[in-house]
């Protein structure tokens, strides 16, 4: 397989050279003063990428999943009521990690395709007088079905039934790639990790956390220790962290923000929507359906397509990985078979999009499906054209 061929998964994404030398430097002493050097610019630069200037932000040695882990465990206590929606694979993952802590989930089970339920959260949330939901799940931008939920619609649910349960977002495929605003749409957990919109690695997990959710950690009983986040925010104030962090990657990670910042964030999420855009103008090209189901929760980051009748959607994928070294996402969880995704975020260009375009619509016909070679391509390249510059 070619390593100069771009990826096409959502997740983890391109990685910009840039970014993988800033990665790599030689051992340096965490317990030094060279450390907090490094950790100040990559705590501001995320802080300003979440829009936050009131949340404090920790960030974990994990994956993202750790982020989840990190924000139910230090807010929330065994019993405790939980708001969710199960509409694809990461969502019910989340509310997996939920049951698993012991939490009383009521989760709303939503066609894979579909958005979070907000009529359903609000109709909820002003059923519950006795506000015994501690925590409302939102899950931005749902990576197995390519589907971006309203989370400032959420918010104003919560506001208008007065409810005071914390709002946690999953913003893993979401943040860096597409609006996000902590502070505003006062989000009181927001999760991202660096292998997605922060073009970095798989590695560090990046939780805000609002001065609200802040006060909650106290009386929450969840147990934790790598993820307790009031060591993190004791030990990142003074510059250190309770246990060996990740120091290249925090490098990584503050020259990544630079860079979102450098481009301007309305511009990277303008980036994003216009090679969005183009692959959606290709799908319809070929004649074919995008497993989001109305075009106001089309992802930016991550287009879910459905195979037609009787085809192998994972047939597909592995083909493209063998015979042109190409990678997209498969299907994943009640969709396995189904979909396949083509991941459009972080460091791609419209020219980068062509060529993954072009690799499906290969493989496509290789495998006989009913497209016509190179109708999502010229689609493309005609959108693509009239709106660069
Ligand atoms: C990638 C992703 C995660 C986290 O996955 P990790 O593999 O633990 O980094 C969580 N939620 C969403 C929506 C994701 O896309």
């Known amino acids: 397989m070619s390593d100069q061929n771009p990826v096409f998964i959502p997740g983890p994404t391109n990685i910009p050279d840039v970014l993988r030398k800033a990665c790599d430097m030689p051992t340096l002493d965490h317990r030094s003063a060279v450390f907090d050097t490094i950790l100040k610019p990559a705590l501001a630069g995320v802080k300003k990428v979440l829009k936050t200037e009131e949340g404090e932000v920790v960030i974990f040695p994990s994956s993202g999943t750790g982020g989840w882990e990190a924000a139910i465990s230090n807010t929330l206590s065994a019993g405790d009521k939980v708001l969710a929606a199960q509409q ?22 939503v066609e894979w395709g579909e958005a979070c339920p907000v009529v359903s959260y609000a109709e909820a949330l002003l059923a519950d007088t006795n506000h015994e939901i501690k925590a409302v799940l939102v899950t931005h931008n749902e990576t197995a079905t390519g589907v971006l939920s309203d989370v400032a619609a959420v918010r104003r649910a919560m506001d208008a039934a007065g409810h005071p349960a914390l709002l946690y977002v999953d913003g893993v495929s979401s943040i860096g790639s597409m609006d996000f605003r902590m502070d505003e749409w006062g989000v009181d957990l927001a999760i991202a990790g660096s ?36 060591d993190m925010i004791a030990q990142l104030a003074v510059g250190g962290y309770p246990y060996t962090p990740v120091v290249g990657m925090l490098n990584g990670l ?9 481009e301007g964030l309305d511009n990277v999420f303008a980036r994003h929507h216009r090679i969005a855009e183009g692959v959606r103008t290709a799908v319809r090209a070929w004649g074919l359906e995008i497993c989001a189901v109305r075009e106001e929760i089309y992802s930016d980051s991550v287009t879910a397509i459905l195979a037609p009748e ?18 997209f996402g498969g299907g994943l969880g009640k969709v396995a078979g189904k979909v396949f995704r083509i991941g459009h975020l972080g460091s791609l260009t419209d020219v980068m999009a062509l060529s993954g375009i072009a690799t499906a619509e290969m493989a496509m016909v290789d495998l006989g499906y009913p497209i016509t070679l190179g109708s999502g391509v010229a689609a493309a390249q005609e959108y693509y054209r009239t709106t660069a510059g």
């Open 310 to 327: 009787g085809f192998d959607a994972t047939e597909l994928v592995n083909h493209a990985s063998n015979k042109y070294g190409v990678s």
């Open 254 to 262: 503050a020259k990544s923000t630079e860079m979102l910042l450098e």
């Open 88 to 109: 694809g694979m990461f969502s019910q993952k989340w509310i997996d990690m939920c049951e698993r802590h012991g939490l009383d989930m009521q989760v709303f089970e």
């Open 195 to 230: 292998q997605k919109g922060f073009m970095l690695p798989a590695g560090l997990s990046i939780v805000g956390i609002s001065q609200k959710a802040i006060a909650t950690m106290e009386q929450a009983d969840l147990p934790r220790y790598y993820f307790d986040l009031r």
